[in-house]
Structures are given as structure tokens and as C-alpha cells.
């Protein structure tokens, strides 16, 4: 895979542990320690179940195009948080953010995807996450709180 | 005298019993989905232990994980179930397999309908129809069903087993309780297989959560296996009401990055 600085780039490798990268059956299949950003034209949409696919063509840095898959999360759970069939028009440029595949191939697993408009959309194990991480900041203060009393 | 009377008939029509459902059941019927994200919800998201679950819970409230991310504390429940709450349950030769490589055996990347426990504890849309003689159960994954025979019967002479098995089922108080036989050997979402002599009792309560009267559903599945358990492992989940979801069909289903 070539490093583009162009419609592509690539993060660095994060040390932060995601939660939503215990929740991902796919370890072996993308590469959940790290991030590429993709910008590009979206050329077909299967909001399908079990998992959802985004095609997108992609410039890289010699001019050339080059076709990209962003994977996610299937129907189920897209449908809950928004994501309709018709949530991209035609040939609409997006920012999609995800882990990299693990074999070299031009697919990552979504984390999140922001529309032309500016729209965002982020993995719905993602959003899950703060809530959850706000819920345990709260129960730790009661628990801190009632054990001072 | 008139609304008197309208007053009586509504009454008498309350009392009357819905057609094709017995008196004195819990209403379970609808569709459930998942819970809002909560700590324990969402480590039991695809099925949990239940000793695992309370693992989770006893350091969530402990003071002295006040400064530890969920992550972190999510990490050690599970480590706890993958290395001890699991394993103290399994036989030798469960042990032998346990955990399975995931990566070298993916189990959601896998393009084939799943086996009997991840099936039962699927997250997503779920849907449940009561009727006299059955109830019947529709998952959004996979759109599998099944059907709970609660007429008594046994498995026909020339049954045999399955991915889902034969289920029969039977109402204790509030709880609908389901006895599995017959499922076909499989692996788990939680590392271990099963043999074919898996037995799973399934206990689906209605309570009362935050926001809400009645509106979620627990599992409590109990299973037992003479070749991989050497005692009963308890497992569950939990669903929320979600009378606006929808269950799609699968379609095209492709293995992620293939």
C-alpha cells in the first residue's frame, strides 16, 4: 500500500486503546491500532446486513485513482443512528476515517465519515463509548461520594 | 344509563382474554433491541457470563477504580471471564480448544449463519410472538426463527439436530423458560465450542428499566454439555422495547475486506 499525501493519509499508530476495538470481531482482518483518512467521490452505497460497504474512488498522490472500500456495521445498526440508502448524492465527495486492512488491501472498517455538508457520522460502537465512559465517571463520583460518608 | 352500560361492557371486555393467548402469561410479544449504551449492557452486547457481568459491576463501583477508564475496567472483566470464570467451568478437552484463535477462525467475518449460543444472544432487533400453543422468536441477525413449543410435545421420532435445535417452552410466573435439545456442535462468542449434546434452558423476564415500565427483556441462559462443561455456565443479555425497529433481510453478505 503506498502512503499518499494527497486524497490519502495515513495516521501514525495510536497507543490509545479504543473500546470499540474490543467489540470488533474483525482482529485479524483490519488493523485496529491504526487510522487512515480517506477523502474521495462516493460511486456506490450497499446499505446492506450483515455489513455495510461504501465505494469510493480516491486520488492518490501521482494523480492516480484508485478504488476504496470503507466497511461498516451492517443495516441493523446503521438504520438506528441515521444512515439511510440515499445518504449520499451523486458522486458526493466524503471524509471517511478508519482502521486499515491488515493484508494491504484498499478497505478500512469505518470509524467515522463526514459528508459534504459536513455531516458526521461516526461508528455507532464509537458514540457508545462516551455514553458509556460518562456513565462510569458518574457512578465512580457516587461510589467515591458514598464512601466518604 | 347509557354510558353506564358502555362503562360495564368495557369492563367485562377487559377481563376477557386475548385470543389465542392463555390467561396469566407475562406479555412478552414485540420488538426488543438493544439497551441504551450502559457499562454491563454493552459488555454483555454479543453475550456475557453472568459471573462475568457481576465482575464488571463490582469494580465499575468500587472507589478505588475511580480514576480507571471503562476501557481498562471493561478489559479486566473480560480477562477475568477469558481466564478464569470460563475455563473453571469447561472439561479438559474443552480446555484443549479454549480460547479459539479468533483471527484464525473468525467468527463474524464468516459469511455463515451463526450457531445456537451466539444466535440466542444476538444483539440487535429482536422479535417475540406469543400465541396459545408456541411462541415464536425472529432475529434481525441472520433473520433466523424459532419456534418454542409449549404444548408439551417431544421431538419427532426422526428429528434431528440442528443449528437451533428443538425447543420447548413453559411460563413460570412472570418468566418464560425454554429447554433446547438437539443443536448441532458449534462455537461460541465466547471462545469455547460446544459438542451436539449442548442443552441450553433459556429464562426471558420482562422488568422494568430506567425510563420505562416493562420495557426490558433479560436472558438468562444456562448451559450445560457433559463433553465441554463440567457445571452449568451462565450466560445473558439484555434487550430494550423498540416497537419502531425493523428487521432487514441479509443480503450479499461479503467477508469484510475480502
Same mark, same amino acid.
Given at each position: 500500500?503506498?502512503?499518499?499525501?494527497?486524497?490519502?493519509?495515513?495516521?501514525? +499508530?495510536?497507543?490509545?486503546? =479504543?473500546? %470499540?476495538?474490543?467489540?470488533?470481531?474483525?482482529?485479524?482482518?483490519? #488493523?485496529?491500532?491504526?487510522? $487512515?483518512?480517506?477523502?474521495?467521490?462516493?460511486?456506490?452505497?450497499?446499505?446492506?446486513?450483515?455489513?455495510?460497504?461504501?465505494?469510493?474512488?480516491?486520488?492518490?498522490?501521482?494523480?492516480?485513482?484508485?478504488?476504496?472500500?470503507?466497511? +461498516?456495521?451492517?443495516?441493523? =445498526?446503521? %438504520?438506528?443512528?441515521?444512515?439511510?440508502?440515499?445518504?449520499?448524492? #451523486?458522486?458526493?465527495?466524503? $471524509?471517511?476515517?478508519?482502521?486499515?486492512?491488515?493484508?494491504?488491501?484498499?478497505?478500512?472498517?469505518?470509524?467515522?465519515?463526514?459528508?459534504?455538508?459536513?455531516?458526521?457520522?461516526?461508528?455507532?460502537?464509537?458514540?457508545?463509548?462516551? +455514553?458509556?465512559?460518562?456513565?462510569?465517571?458518574?457512578?465512580?463520583?457516587?461510589?467515591?461520594?458514598?464512601?466518604?460518608? | 344509563?347509557?354510558?353506564?352500560?358502555?362503562?360495564?361492557?368495557?369492563?367485562?371486555c377487559a377481563q376477557l382474554p386475548i385470543p389465542g393467548m392463555a390467561q396469566n402469561v407475562p406479555d412478552l410479544s414485540g420488538m426488543w433491541s438493544d439497551p441504551p449504551p450502559r457499562a454491563e449492557d454493552a459488555f454483555c452486547h454479543v453475550g456475557c457470563t453472568i459471573e462475568g457481568r457481576n465482575y464488571l459491576t463490582q469494580i465499575l463501583d468500587d472507589p478505588a477504580n475511580i480514576d480507571r477508564p471503562y476501557a481498562e475496567l471493561r478489559e479486566e472483566a473480560e480477562q477475568k471471564q477469558l481466564t478464569e470464570i470460563i475455563p473453571s467451568h469447561l472439561t479438559p478437552v474443552a480446555l484443549e480448544s479454549f480460547p479459539m484463535n479468533r483471527s484464525a477462525a473468525p467468527l463474524s467475518t464468516a459469511c455463515d449463519p451463526w450457531g445456537f449460543t451466539r444466535?440466542?444472544?444476538?444483539?440487535?432487533?429482536?422479535?417475540?410472538?406469543?400465541?396459545?400453543?408456541?411462541?415464536?422468536?425472529?432475529?434481525?441477525?441472520?433473520?433466523?426463527?424459532?419456534?418454542?413449543?409449549?404444548?408439551?410435545?417431544?421431538?419427532?421420532?426422526?428429528?434431528?439436530?440442528?443449528?437451533?435445535?428443538?425447543?420447548?417452552?413453559?411460563?413460570?410466573?412472570?418468566?418464560?423458560?425454554?429447554?433446547?435439545?438437539?443443536?448441532?456442535?458449534?462455537?461460541?462468542?465466547?471462545?469455547?465450542?460446544?459438542?451436539?449434546?449442548?442443552?441450553?434452558?433459556?429464562?426471558?423476564?420482562?422488568?422494568?428499566?430506567?425510563?420505562?415500565?416493562?420495557?426490558?427483556?433479560?436472558?438468562?441462559?444456562?448451559?450445560?454439555?457433559?463433553?465441554?462443561?463440567?457445571?452449568?455456565?451462565?450466560?445473558?443479555?439484555?434487550?430494550?422495547?423498540?416497537?419502531?425497529?425493523?428487521?432487514?433481510?441479509?443480503?450479499?453478505?461479503?467477508?469484510?475486506?475480502?
Open positions: 500500500m503506498k502512503s499518499f499525501i494527497g486524497g490519502v493519509f495515513i495516521l501514525s +499508530a495510536y497507543l490509545l486503546t =479504543s473500546i %470499540a476495538q474490543a467489540h470488533h470481531s474483525f482482529r485479524g482482518v483490519f #488493523d485496529f491500532s491504526k487510522h $487512515t483518512t480517506l477523502r474521495g467521490t462516493v460511486v456506490k452505497f450497499d446499505l446492506l446486513n450483515p455489513h455495510a460497504r461504501v465505494f469510493m474512488e480516491v486520488v492518490n498522490e501521482n494523480g492516480e485513482t484508485e478504488q476504496w472500500v470503507v466497511e +461498516a456495521p451492517g443495516k441493523l =445498526s446503521l %438504520a438506528r443512528r441515521g444512515w439511510t440508502d440515499d445518504m449520499f448524492g #451523486d458522486r458526493e465527495v466524503i $471524509t471517511a476515517t478508519g482502521n486499515p486492512s491488515s493484508t494491504g488491501k484498499m478497505a478500512i472498517w469505518l470509524e467515522d465519515l463526514v459528508l459534504n455538508d459536513g455531516t458526521k457520522f461516526i461508528d455507532p460502537l464509537v458514540s457508545d463509548d462516551e +455514553a458509556i465512559e460518562a456513565e462510569r465517571r458518574d457512578r465512580a463520583q457516587r461510589a467515591a461520594e458514598q464512601s466518604n460518608n | 344509563m347509557h354510558r353506564g352500560l358502555i362503562t360495564i361492557t368495557l369492563l367485562v444466535q440466542v444472544l444476538a444483539p440487535h432487533a429482536f422479535e417475540i410472538t406469543q400465541h396459545e400453543d408456541r411462541v415464536s422468536f425472529y432475529y434481525s441477525e441472520w433473520t433466523a426463527r424459532r419456534t418454542i413449543f409449549l404444548d408439551g410435545r417431544k421431538p419427532p421420532a426422526d428429528f434431528e439436530s440442528s443449528l437451533l435445535g428443538f425447543s420447548v417452552g413453559h411460563y413460570e410466573g412472570d418468566t418464560l423458560v425454554v429447554e433446547t435439545i438437539g443443536i448441532n456442535a458449534n462455537s461460541s462468542n465466547a471462545g469455547f465450542a460446544h459438542s451436539d449434546q449442548l442443552s441450553v434452558t433459556e429464562r426471558y423476564t420482562r422488568v422494568d428499566d430506567r425510563g420505562g415500565t416493562g420495557n426490558r427483556l433479560e436472558v438468562e441462559a444456562i448451559l450445560q454439555d457433559p463433553v465441554t462443561f463440567q457445571k452449568p455456565l451462565h450466560m445473558g443479555r439484555a434487550w430494550t422495547w423498540a416497537p419502531s425497529e425493523e428487521i432487514y433481510p441479509y443480503e450479499s453478505c461479503i467477508v469484510p475486506s475480502d
